[in-house]
C-alpha cells in the first residue's frame, strides 16, 4: 500500500473524475464508432456492470429522473424503442460545445467517450476501459454501466438486435446531426438485417433530449457560443490560406470531385487559419467549410468574425457564409448534380445523406492527413512551446520538493493544479490556457486514468506519496501534453513498495523501446504499439488505452488519423512532421497508478534504407523537455543501453533548460538530470 497522507488515506478513490480523455485515446473514427461500437471494429462494448451505489457526488452530477422520463415520453409519442445519445456534436467533436452535451446533461457522465442508449425501461452507458472507473462513480443507479473490453458480452447493436429486440420488430432512433455517416450506415444494415429499423428524427424534430433540457430550470442548457475567432498567423501556421487551397483542390480533382466538405472543427480552423474558444481547451469554432473548384466557403456565426479577419479571408479567396447556410448549400451542389467528397468518418448523418448516395465520393478527407503533417514552421512553434513548458514543468517540481521535503508541508491535488495552471503556465509567453484539465492523482488517485481533484475531498503530496500528473498547454505557437509520475522525499526505496518502483521501471523501459526504434516507410502505428508493452506483458500487466494519439499544432491535443494503439483497424502510416504522443502506463485499482508520456514527432532516420526493399526508414524525435523521476526506479532492471539513453536524455534536458532557470530551480533541475 502507497504511503498516503494520514487525513485523507481513508477517503474512498472516488473524487470527481474529469471529462476529458487523456491518456492515449482509442483511435477515433467518430461516436460511437470510436468506441468499437461500428461493424467489424474490435473492442466490443462490455455487459452487464450494474452500478446501484448512489454517492452524493454521482446525484450532483447525475440527471435527475424528470429528464429521463421526458425523452422517454418523447420516445412514446414516437413509437421509438430505444434512442441513442453519442459524446458527438454536430461536428463530431471529442469534447463538444457544453450546448451540445446532451450525453453529459442525460446521464451525468462527462468522460470524453461514450454511447448513452435510454429505452422505455431502461438507461444504458457504453464506455471503453479508460472510464470504467469514472463512470462507476458518476452514474446514478437509473443507469446500467457497459464496460468496454469485457470478455464475452455484446456490441451496442448486438444489444440491440438480440437483447432488446428478441421476438420483435424495433425502431431505434438517432438524431442524424450527432452520429457520423459511417457509423449511421452500419447501424442501419445491422438492424435491417435482423429485421429492425433505424429511424432517422425528422429535420423539424427536436432531440428528445433538448426537450428535457430546455425545460430544465435547475440545470439551464448553455446559449450558442459567440466568442470572437482570432487569427492564426502565417507565421505559426506556416501556409496561408490560400495556398492551402491550392493544395486542397488538387486533391479534390484527383478524386474526380467538384467540392469538398471539411465538418471537423480543428480542419475548418487549420484551413482557414483561425483559432476559436468555442470549446475549453481546444481553440476551435463551431463552423463549416466547403471547397470548390473555384470558392471557398467558410459557414460561421458573423457576429464571430472581425472585420479585419474577416477581410484576410477574403484577400485568401474565402467567402464567409452564415452558419445555417450550410445545409442548403450542401443540397444545393447536390441538386447541380456535382459530385461533393464527404468523409463519412468525419461527416454527421444529416450532411451525408443532403447528397444523392450516386454523388458522393467517399475517403478520408485531404484536410486530415494535410494537417497531421506539419511544416517547419508548426514543428518550430511545437519545439519553442515545449521548451517554454519545459520550464513550468521544472519549476513546479522544485516548487513541490521545497514545500514536500524542505518545509514538511502538504499539498493537496487542487493546489498542485492552481500553481502549475494557475501561475507558472499562465506567466509564460503565448500562454492561452491548458489543453485539457489537469490530471494531477495522489496515490491510489492515479489509478483513475482520467482523474480530476475537486473540491476539499482530494488526496494530498507528501513524502513518499507518488503523484501521477498529466497536464498541458495552448500557446499561440504550439500545444503541450506531459505526464510524469515522480514521488518526492529522501527515502523513496523505503517509503515507495518494490512493486510500484518495479512497475515505473517497466513503464519506462516501454517507452524508451517506442522513443529508440527505426520504422519503414509505410509503417502504421499499430505495429509499433507492442514496443510500449512488452515489459509489462511479460509481468502480466498491461494498460487499457492507446499507447500514442496524434497532437495538432496549437490545436486540439488530439488529432488523427495518426496513433499508436493495439486497433489494427487504423492502418494510416506515419509519416514524417507526425506529432504522436508516446504514454505506456499501468494502474493498478485502488493502489497507484503509472504513466510516463513524452510527445514525439516522425522524422527520416537518415542514412538508413533497406536494400532489400529500396524502403528509407523513419525514427522519432522527442518534443517534450522534462526530467523522468529517478527515485522510482529499479536500475537492476535496466539495460546499459537504457540507462544510456535516459542520462543522454536528460543531459540534453540540462543543456536547453538550465540557461532559463537560476538558484533553487536550476538547482533541482541540475540534480534531476544528473547520470543515473
Same mark, same amino acid.
Given at each position: 500500500?502507497?504511503? %498516503? !497522507?494520514?487525513?485523507?488515506? $481513508?477517503?474512498?478513490?472516488? @473524487?470527481?473524475?474529469?471529462?476529458?480523455?487523456?491518456?492515449?485515446?482509442?483511435?477515433?473514427?467518430?461516436? !460511437?464508432?470510436?468506441?468499437?461500437?461500428?461493424?467489424?471494429?474490435?473492442?466490443?462494448?462490455?455487459?452487464?456492470?450494474?452500478? +446501484?451505489?448512489?454517492?452524493?457526488?454521482?446525484?450532483?452530477?447525475?440527471?435527475?429522473?424528470?429528464?429521463?422520463?421526458?425523452?422517454?415520453?418523447?420516445?412514446?409519442?414516437?413509437?421509438?424503442?430505444? %434512442?441513442?445519445?453519442?459524446?458527438?456534436?454536430?461536428?463530431?467533436?471529442?469534447?463538444?460545445?457544453?450546448?451540445?452535451?446532451?450525453?453529459?446533461?442525460?446521464?451525468?457522465?462527462?468522460?470524453?467517450?461514450?454511447?448513452?442508449?435510454?429505452?422505455?425501461?431502461?438507461? &444504458?452507458?457504453?464506455?471503453?476501459?479508460?472510464?470504467?472507473?469514472?463512470?462507476?462513480?458518476?452514474?446514478?443507479?437509473?443507469?446500467?454501466?457497459?464496460?468496454?473490453?469485457?470478455?464475452? /458480452?455484446?456490441?451496442?447493436?448486438?444489444? &440491440?438486435?438480440?437483447?432488446?429486440?428478441?421476438?420483435?420488430?424495433?425502431?431505434?432512433?438517432?438524431?442524424?446531426?450527432?452520429?457520423?455517416?459511417? %457509423?449511421?450506415?452500419?447501424?442501419?444494415?445491422? *438492424?435491417?438485417?435482423?429485421?429492425?429499423?433505424?429511424? /432517422?428524427?425528422?429535420?423539424?424534430?427536436?432531440?428528445?433530449?433538448?426537450?428535457?433540457?430546455?425545460?430544465?430550470?435547475?440545470?439551464?442548457?448553455?446559449?450558442?457560443?459567440?466568442?470572437?475567432?482570432?487569427?492564426?498567423?502565417?507565421?505559426?501556421?506556416?501556409?496561408?490560406? $490560400?495556398?492551402?487551397?491550392?493544395?486542397?483542390?488538387?486533391?479534390?480533382?484527383?478524386?474526380?470531385?467538384?467540392?469538398?466538405?471539411?465538418?471537423?472543427?480543428?480542419?475548418?480552423?487549420?484551413?482557414? #487559419?483561425?483559432?476559436?474558444?468555442?470549446?475549453?481547451?481546444?481553440?476551435? $469554432?463551431?463552423?463549416?467549410?466547403?471547397?470548390?473548384?473555384?470558392?471557398?466557403?467558410?459557414?460561421?456565426?458573423?457576429?464571430?468574425?472581425?472585420?479585419?479577419?474577416?477581410?484576410?479571408?477574403?484577400?485568401?479567396?474565402?467567402?464567409?457564409?452564415?452558419?445555417?447556410?450550410?445545409?442548403?448549400?450542401?443540397?444545393?451542389?447536390?441538386?447541380?448534380?456535382?459530385?461533393?467528397?464527404?468523409?463519412?468518418?468525419?461527416?454527421?448523418?444529416?450532411?451525408?445523406?443532403?447528397?444523392?448516395?450516386?454523388?458522393?465520393?467517399?475517403?478520408?478527407?485531404? /484536410?486530415?492527413?494535410?494537417?497531421?503533417?506539419? #511544416?517547419?514552421?508548426?514543428?518550430?512553434?511545437?519545439?519553442?512551446?515545449?521548451?517554454?513548458?519545459?520550464?513550468?514543468?521544472?519549476?513546479?517540481?522544485?516548487?513541490?520538493?521545497?514545500?514536500?521535503?524542505?518545509?514538511?508541508?502538504?499539498?493537496?491535488?487542487?493546489?498542485?493544479?492552481?500553481?502549475?495552471?494557475?501561475?507558472? +503556465?499562465?506567466?509564460?509567453? +503565448?500562454?492561452?490556457?491548458?489543453?485539457?484539465?489537469?490530471? !494531477?492523482?495522489?496515490?491510489?488517485?492515479?489509478?483513475?486514468?482520467?482523474? +480530476?481533484?475537486?473540491?476539499?475531498?482530494?488526496? /494530498?503530496?507528501?513524502?513518499?506519496?507518488?503523484?501521477?500528473?498529466?497536464?498541458?498547454?495552448?500557446?499561440?505557437?504550439?500545444?503541450?501534453?506531459?505526464?510524469?509520475?515522480?514521488?518526492?522525499?529522501?527515502?523513496?526505496?523505503?517509503?515507495?513498495?518494490?512493486?510500484?518502483?518495479?512497475?515505473?521501471?517497466?513503464?519506462?523501459?516501454?517507452?524508451?523501446?517506442?522513443?529508440?526504434?527505426?520504422?519503414?516507410?509505410?509503417?502504421?502505428?499499430?505495429?509499433?504499439?507492442?514496443?510500449?508493452?512488452?515489459?509489462?506483458?511479460?509481468?502480466?500487466?498491461?494498460?487499457?488505452?492507446?499507447?500514442?494519439?496524434?497532437?495538432?499544432?496549437?490545436?486540439?491535443?488530439?488529432?488523427?488519423?495518426?496513433?499508436?494503439?493495439?486497433?489494427?483497424?487504423?492502418?494510416?502510416?506515419?509519416?514524417?512532421?507526425?506529432? &504522436?504522443?508516446?504514454?505506456?502506463?499501468?494502474?493498478?485499482?485502488?493502489?497507484?497508478?503509472?504513466?510516463?508520456?513524452?510527445? *514525439?514527432?516522425?522524422?527520416?532516420?537518415?542514412?538508413?534504407?533497406?536494400?532489400?526493399?529500396?524502403?528509407?526508414?523513419?525514427?522519432?524525435?522527442? *518534443?517534450?523537455?522534462?526530467?523522468?523521476?529517478?527515485?522510482?526506479?529499479?536500475?537492476?532492471?535496466?539495460?546499459?543501453?537504457?540507462?544510456?539513453? *535516459?542520462?543522454?536524455?536528460?543531459?540534453?534536458?540540462?543543456?536547453?533548460?538550465?540557461?532559463?532557470?537560476?538558484?533553487?530551480? @536550476?538547482?533541482? &533541475?541540475?540534480?534531476?538530470?544528473?547520470?543515473?
Amino acid at each position: 500500500m502507497l504511503r %498516503f !497522507a494520514a487525513r485523507r488515506a $481513508a477517503r474512498p478513490l472516488a @473524487r470527481r473524475a474529469l471529462s476529458s480523455a487523456r491518456a492515449a485515446p482509442q483511435d477515433r473514427g467518430s461516436g !460511437a464508432a470510436a468506441l468499437g461500437l461500428s461493424l467489424g471494429v474490435a473492442g466490443a462494448i462490455g455487459y452487464h456492470e450494474l452500478n +446501484r451505489k448512489q454517492s452524493p457526488l454521482a446525484l450532483a452530477a447525475a440527471a435527475p429522473e424528470a429528464p429521463l422520463a421526458t425523452v422517454r415520453r418523447e420516445l412514446e409519442a414516437q413509437g421509438y424503442d430505444a %434512442f441513442l445519445v453519442p459524446t458527438d456534436d454536430p461536428h463530431l467533436s471529442e469534447y463538444p460545445p457544453t450546448r451540445y452535451a446532451r450525453r453529459e446533461y442525460i446521464s451525468g457522465f462527462t468522460g470524453s467517450a461514450g454511447v448513452a442508449v435510454i429505452t422505455p425501461a431502461e438507461a &444504458l452507458l457504453w464506455t471503453d476501459g479508460r472510464y470504467h472507473q469514472q463512470a462507476a462513480s458518476e452514474l446514478s443507479s437509473d443507469w446500467t454501466l457497459m464496460k468496454s473490453g469485457q470478455p464475452g /458480452v455484446p456490441a451496442l447493436q448486438d444489444w &440491440l438486435t438480440k437483447s432488446l429486440g428478441a421476438g420483435r420488430k424495433l425502431r431505434v432512433a438517432i438524431d442524424a446531426t450527432v452520429h457520423s455517416g459511417s %457509423f449511421a450506415e452500419g447501424l442501419r444494415r445491422k *438492424l435491417e438485417a435482423a429485421g429492425h429499423e433505424l429511424v /432517422v428524427l425528422p429535420p423539424d424534430a427536436r432531440n428528445p433530449v433538448d426537450v428535457a433540457w430546455d425545460a430544465d430550470q435547475e440545470k439551464p442548457r448553455p446559449p450558442v457560443g459567440l466568442k470572437p475567432v482570432r487569427e492564426h498567423p502565417a507565421a505559426f501556421a506556416g501556409k496561408t490560406t $490560400a495556398e492551402k487551397l491550392v493544395e486542397l483542390r488538387g486533391a479534390i480533382a484527383d478524386k474526380g470531385a467538384d467540392a469538398l466538405v471539411v465538418a471537423m472543427l480543428d480542419e475548418v480552423m487549420w484551413l482557414c #487559419n483561425v483559432r476559436g474558444a468555442d470549446v475549453a481547451y481546444n481553440p476551435v $469554432a463551431v463552423s463549416y467549410a466547403i471547397v470548390t473548384g473555384d470558392d471557398a466557403m467558410l459557414f460561421m456565426r458573423g457576429e464571430k468574425l472581425p472585420e479585419d479577419l474577416r477581410k484576410e479571408l477574403t484577400a485568401n479567396g474565402v467567402t464567409v457564409r452564415d452558419y445555417d447556410d450550410f445545409l442548403p448549400t450542401l443540397r444545393g451542389l447536390g441538386d447541380a448534380g456535382k459530385k461533393v467528397w464527404i468523409d463519412g468518418d468525419r461527416t454527421n448523418y444529416a450532411a451525408a445523406v443532403a447528397v444523392p448516395a450516386a454523388q458522393r465520393v467517399s475517403g478520408m478527407n485531404p /484536410v486530415t492527413l494535410l494537417k497531421s503533417i506539419k #511544416n517547419p514552421q508548426e514543428l518550430k512553434g511545437m519545439y519553442d512551446s515545449h521548451v517554454r513548458d519545459a520550464c513550468a514543468l521544472v519549476r513546479f517540481m522544485s516548487w513541490i520538493e521545497r514545500q514536500v521535503v524542505d518545509e514538511g508541508k502538504e499539498i493537496t491535488e487542487v493546489e498542485l493544479d492552481e500553481m502549475l495552471t494557475g501561475k507558472l +503556465r499562465a506567466e509564460l509567453p +503565448r500562454f492561452i490556457e491548458p489543453s485539457f484539465p489537469t490530471i !494531477a492523482g495522489a496515490g491510489p488517485n492515479g489509478a483513475i486514468i482520467h482523474y +480530476r481533484a475537486s473540491g476539499e475531498d482530494c488526496g /494530498v503530496v507528501g513524502p513518499g506519496t507518488v503523484l501521477l500528473l498529466d497536464s498541458g498547454g495552448q500557446y499561440h505557437d504550439g500545444t503541450t501534453d506531459c505526464t510524469r509520475t515522480m514521488v518526492f522525499g529522501k527515502d523513496a526505496e523505503r517509503l515507495v513498495p518494490l512493486e510500484v518502483r518495479e512497475t515505473f521501471t517497466r513503464v519506462l523501459q516501454g517507452n524508451i523501446r517506442l522513443d529508440r526504434c527505426c520504422f519503414p516507410e509505410g509503417t502504421p502505428g499499430c505495429v509499433l504499439d507492442v514496443l510500449a508493452r512488452e515489459e509489462l506483458w511479460r509481468a502480466g500487466q498491461d494498460y487499457a488505452h492507446g499507447t500514442g494519439h496524434g497532437v495538432g499544432a496549437a490545436l486540439n491535443v488530439h488529432e488523427g488519423p495518426q496513433s499508436i494503439s493495439p486497433r489494427f483497424n487504423n492502418k494510416q502510416a506515419l509519416l514524417p512532421g507526425m506529432i &504522436l504522443s508516446n504514454e505506456p502506463g499501468f494502474y493498478e485499482p485502488s493502489k497507484f497508478g503509472i504513466r510516463i508520456e513524452n510527445l *514525439l514527432v516522425v522524422e527520416q532516420a537518415d542514412g538508413l534504407e533497406s536494400a532489400a526493399t529500396g524502403k528509407k526508414f523513419l525514427r522519432f524525435k522527442k *518534443l517534450t523537455q522534462v526530467p523522468i523521476c529517478k527515485a522510482l526506479i529499479v536500475k537492476e532492471l535496466l539495460r546499459q543501453d537504457e540507462i544510456d539513453w *535516459l542520462d543522454q536524455y536528460h543531459a540534453s534536458i540540462l543543456a536547453q533548460l538550465a540557461p532559463a532557470l537560476h538558484g533553487s530551480e @536550476r538547482a533541482w &533541475l541540475e540534480a534531476a538530470c544528473a547520470p543515473l
